[in-house]
T-cell receptor, first 115, second 114 residues
Framework: NAGVMQNPRHLVRRRGQEARLRCSPM?????VYWYRQLPEEGLKFMVY????????ESGMPKERFSAEFPKEGPSILRIQQVVRGDSAAYFC?????????????FGPGTRLTVL | AQSVAQPEDQVNVAEGNPLTVKCTYS??????LFWYVQYPNRGLQFLLK??????LVKGSYGFEAEFNKSQTSFHLKKPSALVSDSALYFC????????????FGTGTKLQVIP
């Protein structure tokens, strides 16, 4: 059973470009979470999605950031017009859903560098 | 609102000695508590969780954690540290009454000295 997959693992963008980060959850998982980790900091929750629905986006900046989890295909975190402050590691996690104590399983992360 | 605190940025322990990584939490109701480990340039790996029942939870790689409701703590422990245990450890909490948003601590770097 493959784990959570994220691609690309490393992404370099120039200021003003768009970044698209992809996450394929574990087989059978219908819940996806995105987190951001800055150097020397912990994980910051960004958004929680189920198939075709955003459940909680309280941690996501109001501008330039968006996320989706379509019926088919991976979840996408999209950052428009990137700035240097967006440089970070972005982690996706998935869980089966339906249980109160679902464990979240993490992907290897995408490390975004904005030049 | 829920929160979790890891009061130590770094813990140093000699190989073979017992280790403790501290975590305290705050939730409005009863908590679900988790520990994860992160190795350099990797994602987080699940170690163990507390849901209900026995306060001592055993997890992967010989780690265990003790839930203490009166002290609102969930410290991670291992009887004998290995150099390979050196990594970043995250405690996390979720309120049973809420949906599935989990709050993570800022992490504690564990350094096991040979």
């Amino acid at each position: 059973n493959a784990g959570v997959m994220q691609n690309p693992r490393h992404l370099v963008r120039r200021r003003g470009q768009e970044a698209r980060l992809r996450c394929s959850p574990m087989k059978g998982h219908s819940h996806v979470y995105w987190y951001r980790q800055l150097p020397e900091e912990g994980l910051k929750f960004m958004v929680y999605l189920q198939k075709e629905n955003i459940i909680d986006e309280s941690g996501m900046p109001k501008e330039r950031f968006s996320a989706e989890f379509p019926k088919e295909g991976p979840s996408i975190l999209r950052i428009q017009q990137v700035v240097r402050g967006d440089s970070a590691a972005y982690f996706c996690a998935s869980s089966p859903g339906g249980g109160d104590a679902d464990t979240q399983y993490f992907g290897p992360g995408t490390r975004l560098t904005v030049l | 609102a829920q929160s979790v605190a890891q009061p130590e940025d770094q813990v140093n322990v000699a190989e073979g000695n017992p280790l403790t990584v501290k975590c305290t939490y705050s939730v409005s109701g009863n908590p679900y508590l988790f520990w994860y480990v992160q190795y350099p340039n990797r994602g987080l790996q699940f170690l163990l969780k507390y849901i209900t029942g026995d306060n001592l939870v055993k997890g992967s790689y010989g780690f265990e954690a003790e839930f203490n409701k009166s002290q609102t703590s969930f410290h991670l422990k291992k009887p004998s540290a290995l150099v390979s245990d050196s990594a970043l450890y995250f405690c996390a909490v979720r309120d049973k009454g809420g949906y599935q948003k989990v709050t993570f601590g800022t992490g504690t770097k564990l350094q096991v000295i040979p």
